[in-house]
């Protein structure tokens, strides 16, 4: 099956530094790559997603890159603010025989964002 | 994105007792419905998927006469924890998704405590 290693496993910067997030993936079948964020006591919200036949998406201050040849995808984030604080989660997805998609999780990346 | 609920978002109870979990999709018609537990500091693990009127599809490992998912409509499924045990003390989140949908949207969770 799928598996998706994420590093680091905590990151702390200073409020406006950038914070990267990298994953891999094993599965090449996987064509979905959602980033969700997760707050302490709370359900993961979805922040931003790239499919496989792209390789760059942008939304404000944040960026997702993907490259399917090295199975590698990456979030970064810009001019980071506390609020950014949280645990970051990434995704492999596919869809499998049931028809429906599969998502695979990362392990998680602590981002905390120093005043 | 859709939106979606679950109630209680915390439950005590008594080791042996049982334990029902309503995830709502309000605004979305859910096809699809997955039921995910995550302990302390750890990631989101797939316990079962649930289409719309069909028997819940388990994860290796995850005891479905323990664990009963009721998906009768598009928009609620139930996770029903039996004679619940202090190991079953988790944080259960669900997700929903649809026909042709590749992101699945999260509910906010339950935290349940089994004493």
């Known amino acids: 099956g799928e598996n998706v290693e994420q590093h680091p496993s905590t990151l702390s910067v200073q409020e406006g530094d950038s914070a990267v997030i990298k994953c891999t993936y094993s599965?090449?079948?996987?064509?979905?790559f959602p980033w969700y964020k997760q707050e302490l006591g709370k359900g993961p919200q979805l922040i931003i997603d790239?499919?496989?036949?792209?390789g760059e998406k942008k939304d404000q201050r944040i960026a997702v890159t993907l490259n399917k040849t090295a199975k590698h995808f990456s979030l970064h984030i810009t001019e980071t603010q506390p609020e950014d604080s949280a645990v970051y989660f990434c995704?492999?997805?596919?869809?499998?025989?049931?028809?429906?998609?599969?998502?695979?999780f990362g392990t998680g990346t602590k981002l905390q964002v120093i005043p | 994105g859709a939106v979606v609920s679950q109630h209680p978002s915390r439950v005590i109870c008594k080791s042996g007792t049982s334990v029902k979990i309503e995830c709502r999709s309000l605004?979305?018609?859910?096809?699809?419905m997955f039921w995910y537990r995550q302990f302390p500091k750890q990631s989101l693990m797939l316990m079962a998927t649930?289409?719309?009127?069909?028997?819940?599809?388990?994860e290796q490992g995850v005891e479905k006469d323990k664990f009963l998912i009721n998906h009768a409509s598009l928009t609620l499924s139930t996770l029903t924890v039996t004679s619940a045990h202090p190991e079953d003390s988790s944080f259960y989140i669900c997700?929903?998704?649809?026909?042709?949908?590749?992101?699945?949207?999260f509910g906010p969770g339950t935290r349940l405590l089994v004493l």
């Open positions: 997700s929903v998704s649809g026909l042709g949908v590749e992101t699945q949207y």
């Open positions: 599965d090449s079948a996987s064509n979905y």
């Open positions: 790239i499919r496989s036949n792209v």
């Open positions: 995704a492999a997805s596919l869809k499998n025989s049931g028809g429906y998609q599969k998502v695979t």
């Open positions: 605004d979305f018609q859910a096809t699809t």
């Open positions: 649930s289409n719309e009127g069909s028997k819940a599809t388990y």
